[in-house]
């Protein structure tokens, strides 16, 4: 939904491109910078513009221009990722790259896109990278990584490495205000506590009131409900208490062993999340027989048809019956250790990370209770260790192996109140084991072409323990219908790949790999046959590219074609269920075709303007249907592939691309100025597997802006910055509420602020 002072496309680009003509200088003297990629293991390290995949990443500089605060501020950067919170719960992450995502809440359905934090794969991602404070780089893969990274990264990988400990005493601190009376200090201080010893601590603590007010706004037709509006407590959502703590150690054992120990104490306590009851009358969709899986029972239900509610106009208001909270708490524990041997470097990294998440939210966005999460209680934990070689010895031929495990165990106990009287709950307990064994290889065969291999072989086991919705008391204390199943898995994933460079500086790739997704149990089945598992997932993705800099490295260019093909694609739907409001159900859809293209491009046009932009499409398509009921008329048959390849996928935009121009200059005595404009665009999107227009995210853009003094020193910094400016309209996650209802989740308003940062 666009509000009436959106700013096209190409208004936004003249804007940051109008910045250049501040500029008398015609030749620049500043160069693109090459940065060091994070996820390739090899010992001697390889720039991203170097190497052969499509790959974006943004160092400590880049990250503060932006003002970026979290994971989503960061994927309005990078064309085709939609790194969006979830919706339905807050401060949990749902990420989507080149439309492989988990569009949904549900534990068990393990991510598409995973996230790697100091080296270390997150089962949970409850609070990762719940700020960007104090943190050395950030790097999102498109595409299946299986080969380095591991399990269950079929859409890509989004990875983050905290700052280091440096040599030197030093401290930074930064306070901020804002609209929403957001308040946020962060403060770091490290230095050397011995010859070979250094340690730092970073502590983060934000505060901000909730954008969305629950005012018991919206009316209620009493001549359909006598009684009127109900008066309920008000207040807003979600708001923000997020403290973090980040102590480090790094030890220099000699010099040629060094370790570093990280730890991460995270607490955010916030209201729950903000549904919208969506304002409709419900239409059935062309080509599906049954209403009742679109609409629920004929819709009789709905909040407009049983009390004539409805809801409020303003997009930031909202009226719940139930407040709610969100209560996280992780705590987490890293060691990375490198040891030099002369011919290869030993890397081991080994990780262990906790997380309790307790929350109670109105997930119909109604003053009535159509359906509520009622005091939900989660618990993870995790660990993992890798340890790998990569090889030093020769100009022509390098390769890393390693083996990896990970194991996590996590509960989830769920309680929903739906419609008025039915209170039903469900507790389940998973484990799940994963045991790697990796390698990559790349030789040079002349000095113009490079061959790489590598594969990983995976072993998976998983096992659920589960009480069925409704038989389990509210308390979780115990279950009636309890079931017990497990299953494993092994893979091979081999990847090849061909780079030829065209002098010193342009290169072409193309390569071809395959990834693995585990088969996935149903935490909230209604039913025994609902729990599982799913059969795995796999995928053949093939990519070319190009990457050249141009005009003597003032400037750099990105271009990159893939197509991958999807086999058992696991996906979920929430049909109608007379008892617990909606039945969650897990299968493999069938095959699907995804193709598109991406480019980046960095130039600095001048001495003093920089142009970044990012552009990507996204075509994705079903080209057969196995288990999929797509019109609902009780058989799987050929009119549902025909039906199915005619929707879009969900939360993928065939469009999406970001432009920031950015304008330096100096003042006198030596201090400077920073001005930076930002623009990222998103096409119309479906939030929902059966195409519901009304469940549809309309195209929309963001408009950024900042503008930062620097002191000659170049220790005090001052900004004045504003995000969404326009005050564009638009939501995170969108869905039907137990089948009977739509609600829609999310989506930040305008907000400003002025940050101060002084740095020794």
């Given at each position: 939904?666009?509000?009436?002072?959106s700013?096209?496309?190409?208004q936004?680009?003249?804007?940051s491109?109008s910045?250049?003509?501040?500029s008398?200088?015609v030749?620049?003297q500043?160069?693109?910078e090459e940065?060091i990629?994070?996820?390739n293991?090899q010992?001697?390290?390889?720039?991203t513009q170097?190497?052969?995949?499509s790959v974006?990443t943004?160092n400590?500089?880049?990250?503060?221009?932006?003002?970026?605060?979290d994971?989503?501020?960061?994927?309005?950067?990078?064309?085709?990722a939609e790194l969006?919170?979830?919706?339905t719960?807050?401060s949990?992450?749902?990420?989507?790259?080149?439309?492989m995502g988990v569009n949904?809440?549900t534990r068990?359905n393990?991510?598409?896109?995973?996230?790697?934090?100091?080296?270390i794969?997150?089962?949970?991602n409850?609070?990762?990278?719940?700020?960007?404070?104090?943190?050395?780089a950030v790097e999102?893969l498109?595409?299946?990584?299986?080969?380095?990274?591991?399990?269950?990264?079929t859409g890509?990988a989004?990875l983050?490495?905290?700052?280091r400990?440096?040599d030197e005493?030093?401290?930074?601190?930064e306070?901020?205000?804002?609209?929403?009376?957001?308040?946020?200090?962060n403060?770091?201080?490290?230095?050397?506590?011995s010859d070979?010893i250094?340690?730092k601590v970073?502590?983060?603590?934000?505060d901000?009131?909730?954008y969305?007010?629950?005012?018991?706004?919206?009316?209620?037709?009493?001549?359909i409900?006598?009684?009127?509006?109900?008066?309920?407590?008000t207040g807003?959502?979600v708001?923000?208490d997020?403290?973090?703590?980040?102590?480090?150690?790094?030890?220099?054992?000699s010099?040629?062993?060094?370790?570093?120990?990280?730890?991460e104490?995270l607490?955010?306590n916030?209201?729950?999340?903000n549904s919208?009851?969506?304002a409709?009358?419900c239409?059935p969709?062309?080509g599906v027989d049954n209403r009742d899986i679109v609409?629920?029972?004929?819709?009789?239900f709905?909040?407009?048809?049983?009390w004539g509610?409805t809801?409020?106009?303003?997009?930031?208001e909202?009226?719940h019956?139930?407040?709610?909270y969100?209560?996280?708490?992780?705590?987490s524990?890293?060691?990375d250790?490198t040891?030099d041997?002369g011919?290869?470097?030993?890397?081991?990294i080994?990780?262990?990370?906790?997380?309790?998440?307790?929350s109670?939210?109105?997930f119909?966005?109604?003053?009535?209770?159509?359906?509520?999460f009622?005091?939900?209680?989660e618990?993870q934990?995790?660990?993992s260790?890798?340890v790998?070689?990569?090889?030093?010895?020769s100009?022509r031929?390098?390769f890393?192996?390693?083996?990896?495990?990970?194991?996590?165990?996590?509960s989830i106990g769920e309680?929903?109140?739906?419609f008025?009287?039915?209170?039903s709950?469900?507790?389940s307990?998973?484990?799940h084991?994963?045991?790697g064994?990796?390698?990559?290889?790349?030789?040079?065969?002349?000095?113009a072409l490079d061959i790489?291999?590598g594969g990983r072989w995976?072993?998976e086991?998983?096992?659920?323990?589960?009480g069925?919705l409704?038989?389990c008391e509210?308390d979780f204390s115990?279950c009636?219908n309890?079931t017990?199943n497990d299953?494993?898995w092994?893979?091979f994933?081999?990847?090849v790949a061909?780079?030829?460079?065209?002098?010193d500086d342009?290169?072409?790739y193309a390569?071809?790999?395959?990834?693995f997704?585990s088969?996935?149990?149903?935490?909230r089945?209604?039913?025994l046959d609902?729990?599982?598992?799913?059969d795995?997932?796999s995928?053949?993705?093939f990519e070319?590219?190009?990457?050249?800099?141009?005009?003597d490295g003032?400037?750099?260019l990105?271009l990159?074609?893939f197509?991958a093909?999807?086999?058992?694609?696991i996906?979920?739907v929430?049909?109608?269920?007379d008892?617990?409001?909606?039945?969650?159900i897990?299968?493999?859809?069938?095959?699907a075709?995804?193709s598109?293209?991406e480019a980046e491009?960095?130039?600095?046009a001048?001495?003093?303007f920089?142009?970044d932009?990012?552009?990507?499409?996204v075509?994705?398509?079903?080209?057969s249907?196995?288990?999929?009921?797509a019109?609902?008329?009780g058989?799987?048959d050929d009119k549902?592939?025909?039906?199915?390849?005619t929707?879009?996928f969900?939360?993928?935009?065939?469009l999406s691309y970001?432009?920031?121009?950015?304008y330096d200059?100096e003042l006198?005595?030596?201090?400077?100025?920073?001005?930076?404009?930002?623009y990222?665009?998103?096409?119309?999107?479906m939030?929902?597997?059966?195409n519901?227009?009304w469940l549809?995210?309309e195209s929309?853009g963001l408009?950024?802006?900042?503008?930062?003094?620097?002191s000659p020193?170049e220790?005090?910094r001052?900004s004045?910055?504003?995000?969404?400016?326009?005050?564009e309209?638009?939501?995170?996650?969108?869905?039907?509420?137990?089948?009977?209802d739509?609600a829609r989740?999310?989506?930040?308003?305008r907000?400003y602020?002025?940050?101060v940062s002084?740095?020794y």
């Amino acid at each position: 939904m666009k509000s009436p002072s959106s700013i096209n496309p190409l208004q936004a680009f003249l804007l940051s491109a109008s910045l250049a003509a501040l500029s008398t200088q015609v030749a620049a003297q500043r160069l693109i910078e090459e940065v060091i990629v994070i996820s390739n293991k090899q010992a001697d390290g390889i720039s991203t513009q170097d190497l052969p995949a499509s790959v974006v990443t943004f160092n400590e500089a880049a990250l503060k221009q932006a003002f970026t605060v979290d994971l989503v501020d960061i994927g309005k950067m990078v064309s085709n990722a939609e790194l969006n919170n979830v919706g339905t719960y807050a401060s949990y992450p749902n990420f989507f790259i080149r439309g492989m995502g988990v569009n949904g809440s549900t534990r068990t359905n393990d991510p598409k896109v995973g996230v790697f934090m100091d080296g270390i794969y997150l089962g949970y991602n409850a609070g990762a990278l719940a700020s960007t404070f104090d943190v050395e780089a950030v790097e999102v893969l498109r595409g299946p990584q299986g080969t380095l990274l591991g399990r269950n990264v079929t859409g890509g990988a989004v990875l983050v490495k905290s700052k280091r400990p440096g040599d030197e005493f030093g401290f930074r601190i930064e306070a901020d205000v804002g609209n929403y009376s957001a308040t946020e200090v962060n403060a770091s201080i490290e230095g050397p506590l011995s010859d070979r010893i250094f340690g730092k601590v970073a502590v983060i603590k934000m505060d901000r009131d909730g954008y969305f007010e629950d005012n018991n706004g919206g009316t209620v037709d009493t001549s359909i409900y006598p009684a009127g509006m109900p008066d309920t407590d008000t207040g807003d959502k979600v708001g923000m208490d997020l403290t973090i703590i980040r102590p480090m150690v790094r030890f220099e054992l000699s010099d040629n062993f060094e370790a570093t120990l990280i730890a991460e104490f995270l607490e955010n306590n916030t209201g729950s999340a903000n549904s919208q009851n969506v304002a409709h009358n419900c239409r059935p969709i062309p080509g599906v027989d049954n209403r009742d899986i679109v609409c629920g029972q004929g819709s009789q239900f709905l909040a407009q048809t049983t009390w004539g509610y409805t809801p409020p106009d303003d997009k930031y208001e909202i009226n719940h019956d139930l407040i709610g909270y969100t209560d996280l708490e992780t705590s987490s524990f890293v060691l990375d250790a490198t040891w030099d041997l002369g011919h290869g470097i030993v890397t081991t990294i080994a990780g262990y990370r906790e997380v309790e998440y307790n929350s109670s939210t109105d997930f119909d966005g109604t003053p009535f209770t159509i359906f509520h999460f009622n005091d939900n209680k989660e618990e993870q934990e995790q660990t993992s260790i890798e340890v790998r070689y990569s090889s030093t010895f020769s100009d022509r031929f390098n390769f890393v192996v390693g083996v990896n495990s990970f194991d996590q165990d996590y509960s989830i106990g769920e309680r929903r109140n739906f419609f008025i009287a039915l209170n039903s709950a469900t507790y389940s307990e998973t484990e799940h084991e994963t045991f790697g064994i990796f390698g990559e290889a790349n030789i040079s065969l002349t000095d113009a072409l490079d061959i790489t291999v590598g594969g990983r072989w995976t072993k998976e086991e998983k096992s659920i323990d589960i009480g069925i919705l409704g038989s389990c008391e509210l308390d979780f204390s115990s279950c009636t219908n309890n079931t017990s199943n497990d299953k494993d898995w092994s893979d091979f994933s081999p990847k090849v790949a061909a780079t030829y460079r065209f002098g010193d500086d342009a290169m072409a790739y193309a390569s071809w790999t395959r990834g693995f997704a585990s088969g996935v149990f149903n935490a909230r089945a209604a039913t025994l046959d609902a729990v599982g598992p799913t059969d795995p997932e796999s995928v053949d993705s093939f990519e070319l590219g190009i990457k050249t800099s141009f005009l003597d490295g003032r400037g750099f260019l990105s271009l990159a074609y893939f197509m991958a093909d999807y086999e058992d694609l696991i996906m979920f739907v929430n049909n109608p269920c007379d008892d617990c409001g909606a039945s969650l159900i897990n299968f493999n859809a069938g095959e699907a075709e995804i193709s598109g293209f991406e480019a980046e491009v960095q130039f600095q046009a001048t001495d003093n303007f920089r142009l970044d932009a990012s552009i990507g499409t996204v075509d994705p398509e079903f080209t057969s249907i196995k288990y999929f009921d797509a019109n609902a008329d009780g058989v799987v048959d050929d009119k549902d592939n025909q039906l199915a390849r005619t929707w879009d996928f969900q939360k993928v935009a065939e469009l999406s691309y970001s432009v920031a121009g950015m304008y330096d200059f100096e003042l006198a005595g030596g201090a400077s100025m920073l001005a930076r404009v930002a623009y990222s665009w998103r096409d119309d999107y479906m939030t929902d597997l059966y195409n519901k227009p009304w469940l549809q995210q309309e195209s929309f853009g963001l408009l950024d802006a900042s503008l930062t003094y620097t002191s000659p020193s170049e220790k005090v910094r001052v900004s004045v910055y504003g995000k969404n400016l326009s005050d564009e309209e638009y939501f995170d996650y969108a869905a039907d509420v137990g089948a009977l209802d739509s609600a829609r989740w999310g989506g930040a308003p305008r907000t400003y602020g002025v940050r101060v940062s002084y740095q020794y």
